[in-house]
T-cell receptor, first 111, second 117 residues
Framework: QKEVEQDPGPLSVPEGAIVSLNCTYS??????FMWYRQYSRKGPELLMY????GNKEDGRFTAQVDKSSKYISLFIRDSQPSDSATYLC???????????FGTGTRLTVIP | GAGVSQSPRYKVAKRGQDVALRCDPI?????LFWYQQALGQGPEFLTY????????KSGLPSDRFFAERPEGSVSTLKIQRTQQEDSAVYLC???????????????FGDGTRLSIL
């Protein structure tokens, strides 16, 4: 079992829809939770990160962390065709160096 | 430049050849990471440097993989006697030092796409 599980999709939604992306994890020591966006043939681009449980909002993006369930989510409101990309969740322990990534979910927003 | 720069962007090599991949981190970033991303997968950690010191190489898959950062800036990932399973995108990331435990996010380059024939 991988430490971070993420449904690879693909996920297709119409423009303007609300998108929900999720990851589960098994390591209760993870304290930092990140969402990266990766366009084709590009490197991952950091969207948001949160520490421990709770919500964080940035424009059309909202990240949620539920440590009791070991479950994190990214919501995208009013989705746009430019949001079409692969979304990667990533996690880190306090004091550790490396990130643990999910497989990535490929999202397509249809105009 | 403003971001992490990696070269070459694409590398094709025959099985058994040695390759060297370069990473130029964001200026002032003391931490540097290498990741391997297989097709359809998320990045997987290879190794970590703080300045010139390689503090963690637990993710290197074999002794054919070697990384260095001799002056604490540019880093090179070298793969000797390449195998077909080495085909992947190799990503470099850098970050500021986590001073007093304050998390510093990792910023990624666009990677080197390595194909072994």
């Amino acid at each position: 079992q991988k430490e971070v599980e993420q449904d690879p999709g693909p996920l297709s939604v119409p423009e303007g829809a609300i998108v929900s992306l999720n990851c589960t994890y098994s390591n209760s020591a993870f304290q930092y939770f990140m969402w990266y966006r990766q366009y084709s043939r590009k490197g991952p681009e950091l969207l948001m990160y949160t520490y421990s449980s709770g919500n964080k909002e940035d424009g059309r993006f909202t990240a949620q962390v539920d440590k009791s369930s070991k479950y994190i989510s990214l919501f995208i409101r009013d989705s746009q065709p430019s949001d079409s990309a692969t979304y990667l969740c990533a996690m880190k322990q306090t004091g550790a160096n490396n990130l643990f990534f999910g497989t990535g979910t490929r999202l397509t927003v249809i105009p | 430049g403003a971001g992490v720069s990696q070269s070459p962007r694409y590398k094709v090599a025959k099985r058994g050849q040695d390759v060297a991949l370069r990473c130029d981190p964001i200026s002032g970033h003391v931490s540097l990471f290498w990741y391997q991303q297989a097709l359809g997968q998320g990045p997987e950690f290879l190794t970590y440097f703080q300045n010139e010191a390689q503090l963690d190489k637990s993710g290197l898959p074999s002794d054919r993989f070697f990384a260095e950062r001799p002056e604490g800036s540019v880093s090179t990932l070298k793969i000797q006697r390449t195998q077909q399973e080495d085909s992947a995108v190799y990503l470099c990331a850098s970050s500021l030092d986590e001073f007093r435990g304050l998390y510093q996010p990792q910023h990624f380059g666009d990677g080197t796409r390595l194909s072994i024939l």
